[in-house]
């Protein structure tokens, strides 16, 4: 048997279907060990899964509410309620508000080495840090998986990262994956598995390894992962999982599509500039910049570790500027509490906030009008902040510190930072397991929570208008913001009227509908890169409420692909991509769509336009029947 990676071994390990592993970008089907949703895609899936006539999930199933826990109104507390109702008939875990950001609550929870999981979030890949194979997808996927305990995804290609050397004293993880961002770029990724190896794993720590896999989906990347070794079993000691360990690593000679190599010793202090995680320069280069804010933690900087050198390097001092913390889980702030960091922050001026996502999906904690916020977060997209005019950098602890001290973009000094190392708490307490919920409540609804759309099957003509014409890097944000309009998730017509392309057109919602409502199919045309960012499948779903039947781009984001097809929207992309400068936004279009495996034409103006198919051809019975749900109810 010749020699495998460590991705490769922990897939073959899962594989259903074919025999063997095939060729990269072949299709596999693989068992998945573990499923889990949040507040802001959950009550889609579960939705779903309600349509799908499922009364018991089959794998491991988690319902983390971590991301709209603002109760300013009946919508979410409505959402958790129905969230927590559910779980408990479906025999899912739920993990209520405060306990923690799902992914690190996960990590430190449920998450083996050697284990596959899927979640309805980009940033699920971050259990990669623990030596496992998990994956973000659209809701329904998930839902599909908590179903089935299957998962069918194409064979990534899998690329290894060696890592030499140790980080400077004011470096951190999150220039390692910032590196890696200005070697790949943020469409790089695409079909990859990212795999870290050589001997500078051993002087990262789970956290620190987390940090790095967590925003390898600002590369567009599959996932990516650590090996499982003397780290990973100080992580789940630590937290009373020690039976949990197996060493697991690549075996020697194993081959690679290709080889990145960083030397940790080289890096240096580094920052992503608004708008994108991909503009990667030094911190040296921005020194001195005026600053209004500082965020610290999200699920990328939420280790005990992480926020303790941070919590170090402010002891004593004050903060010049607005600085807020949101700790990964309970048991974070608990263990930050026993060390004593708590106070330290407090006395230092921070804002302590509750263990989530908060400001990092512009759910509070916006930034001034005109602002530069500095946060240890994953990404900057425009707007995500919930200031329109506001930037948002991307940094580290240490950077942060550094700068919230000074009020500046500010390096930080290489200097030793010794913390308070103290026994991690254990917060199992907090998840309601289906064993112990009450079914006798039955499922409860609030009046936002409302059934799923009915959506027809594809005709074999589509006739329309190019409603918009997008540049590059669309991400799913532009698509269907979060922030303040996030509550509107449970509601398609409201959340697509009042958010959809809001921040790219704001006439859009109400073109779309009518054009739907005078009997055309609206099609969007984009450049590359479209749909990069959340998993939220809000940004097909609310699109096709508003009647968009065909996206048509140079190159698209992989999630967002997959969840298009769920919703029934053929994708697309131009076979020359200079056919882009063709078309104009309001240019009346039409599409053959009876063969969808044949020659595909985009007809502009009686001029033809080549594409090709952007989703497998097994995919083709989905599309015809108008979306994966009406697909399933159909065949099961």
């Known amino acids: 048997m010749s020699a495998l990676s460590l991705t490769e071994k922990i897939l073959k390990d899962h594989l259903v279907e074919p025999a063997e592993l095939p060729a990269a970008g072949e299709l596999i089907k693989i068992k ?50 129905y969230l927590r109702t559910v779980a408990a008939k479906l025999g899912i875990i739920f993990s209520p508000p405060g306990t ?39 809701g329904y996927d ?41 070697i790949v770029s943020v469409k790089g990724g695409k079909g990859i ?75 240096e202090p580094l920052i992503a500039i608004y708008p994108s995680p991909g503009n990667v320069e030094t911190v040296k280069a921005h ?81 001034p009008s005109g602002g530069i916020t500095l946060r240890t977060f994953n990404r900057n997209f425009p707007k995500r902040s919930g200031t329109d005019d506001a930037q948002a950098h991307l940094i580290s602890p240490l950077v942060a510190a550094a700068s919230a001290l000074t009020g500046e973009i500010t390096v930080p000094e290489d200097k030793e930072i010794q913390i308070n190392s103290v026994p991690p708490v254990i917060d199992t307490g907090s998840f309601i397991k289906p064993e112990d919920a009450d079914t006798n409540e039955g ?68 073109r779309a509908v009518a054009h739907r409502d005078a009997g055309g199919f609206g099609f969007i045309i984009g450049g590359e890169n479209y749909g990069q960012g959340s998993s939220r499948e809000h940004a097909a779903l609310c699109p096709r409420w508003l009647g968009i039947r065909a996206v048509i781009v140079k190159t698209f984001a992989r999630i967002h692909v997959a969840n298009l097809v769920n919703f029934g929207i053929v994708p697309m992309t131009f076979k020359n991509p200079a056919d882009y400068d063709k078309i104009k936004l309001a240019d009346k279009v039409s599409f053959d769509a009876t063969d969808l495996s044949g020659d595909l034409n985009l007809v502009v103006d009686g001029a033809k336009i080549p594409l090709e198919a952007a989703y497998d051809m097994d995919v083709i019975p989905v599309l015809k029947s108008g979306g994966a749900l009406p697909f399933f109810k159909a065949n099961n």
């Open 443 to 510: 499922i409860v609804r609030g009046p936002n929570i409302m059934a799923l759309p009915d959506f027809q099957p594809l005709p074999d003509k589509l006739e329309g208008e190019v409603l918009l014409y997008l540049q590059d890097n669309i991400s799913t944000d532009d698509i269907q913001p979060a922030g303040t309009f996030l509550p509107l998730r449970s509601n398609v017509k409201e959340y697509a009227m009042q958010a959809t392309f809001r921040q790219v057109d704001g006439t859009f919602a109400d």
């Open 287 to 367: 020194a001195g910049t005026k600053i209004h804010q500082v965020c610290v933690g999200s699920c990328t900087n939420s280790s005990f570790e992480g926020i303790a050198t941070f919590a170090e390097a402010i002891k004593g001092k004050r903060v010049k500027v607005d600085t807020m913390l949101y700790p990964g889980s309970r048991s974070v702030a608990m263990q930050l509490a026993d060390a004593g960091y708590l106070k330290i922050m407090y006395a230092a001026g921070v804002r302590i906030q509750e263990n989530g996502c908060g400001a990092c999906i512009g759910q509070g904690g916006s930034p």
């Open 32 to 81: 998945i060990d573990e499923a889990f949703t949040q507040d802001a895609t959950g009550t889609m899936t579960m939705l779903q899964l309600e349509a799908m006539g499922i009364d018991r999930v089959k794998p491991l199933s988690v319902n983390f509410v971590d991301h709209s826990m603002l109760q300013s109104g009946f919508r979410n507390p409505d959402d958790h309620q």
């Open 142 to 182: 998930v839902a599909l998986a908590m179903a089935t305990g299957m998962y069918t995804m194409p064979m990534p290609k899998v690329v290894k990262v060696n890592l030499t050397g140790q980080l400077a004293k004011n470096c951190q993880a999150m220039d390692v994956i910032l590196k890696m961002l200005e």
């Open 193 to 267: 598995i990212f795999e870290y190896a050589g001997p500078g794993v051993a002087t990262l720590t789970l956290g620190e390894r987390a940090t790095i896999t967590n925003m390898g989906a600002e590369m567009g990347a599959t996932t990516s992962i650590f090996p499982s070794d003397e780290q990973t079993k100080i992580f789940l000691e630590g937290r009373q999982r020690g039976g949990d360990y197996t060493e697991l690593s690549a075996d020697d000679g194993a081959s690679y599509e290709r080889v990145i190599d960083i030397n940790l010793s080289d890096l």
């Open 100 to 138: 923690g950001i799902c992914h690190f609550t996960n990590m430190e929870n449920f998450v083996k080495p050697g284990m596959t999981g899927i979640g309805a979030d980009s940033h699920t890949v971050n259990a990669g840090g623990a030596g496992a194979i998990f994956m973000g997808a659209g």
